[in-house]
Every structure is written in structure tokens, then in C-alpha cells.
Nanobody
């Protein structure tokens, strides 16, 4: 059983920055993919950014140039640096990981990010 623990959410003004962290209970080397999704009420969970097959990354068009995903293998932690935040970035952000695309995804508990003046 893999546990993912997120931290770093909060309230920030438009244009501000936040960094989310996701620490796994096992080595992140073993995951085929790991990253971040977000969800707002009444909408489906959407991909924000993720690592896939090593160091390759995929990001949603809406966050390109503003959000950066990174990781610290020694700390089993993946980060999401969010800059130039907009009100539409307000959501619950979830960390996830999969050992392969054919296995279940593990999810964190979610962390709320609110962008508001």
C-alpha cells in the first residue's frame, strides 16, 4: 500500500506563488508516472502536470509557463511550483502515482489551493 501525503496548499492572491509537495511512502523511482491533478466542484479531475517514464513531463496547456513539476528522489517527494496564479487555478490539488498504466492509481488526500484577492 502506497501512501501519498500532500502539503503546501493555502490562500494566495492573484499573481502569487505556492509550492505543493507530495511525499510518497516508498521510493518514487518505482513509479512509472507520478504527478498532480486538480478538481473543482462539479467538474472532473483534470491533469495539471506529471512525470512519465522517467524524467519526461506532461503539463496542461493552461499551466504551461506558470507551473513547474520537479522531484527530489532522495526525499521521495514531487513538487509543483505554481507561479502567476489565477482565480481559475482555485481547486483541490491531488497527488497521484502509478507503478504502470495497467495498475491502480494511488491518490493523496488533496490540498486546497484558493486564489483570491
Amino acid at each position: 500500500q502506497v501512501q501519498l501525503v500532500e502539503s503546501g496548499g493555502g490562500l494566495v492572491q492573484p499573481g502569487g506563488s505556492l509550492t505543493l509537495s507530495c511525499t510518497a511512502s516508498s521510493s518514487i523511482f518505482s513509479f512509472y508516472t507520478m504527478g498532480w491533478y486538480r478538481q473543482t466542484p462539479g467538474k472532473q479531475r483534470e491533469l495539471v502536470a506529471r512525470f512519465i517514464h522517467g524524467d519526461d513531463t506532461i503539463s496542461a496547456d493552461s499551466v504551461k509557463g506558470r507551473f513547474t513539476i520537479s522531484r527530489d528522489n532522495a526525499k521521495n517527494t514531487v513538487y509543483l511550483q505554481m507561479n502567476s496564479l489565477r482565480p481559475e487555478d482555485t481547486a483541490v490539488y491531488y497527488c497521484y502515482a502509478q507503478f504502470s498504466l495497467r495498475t491502480i492509481a494511488y491518490w493523496g488526500q488533496g490540498t486546497q489551493v484558493t486564489v483570491s484577492s
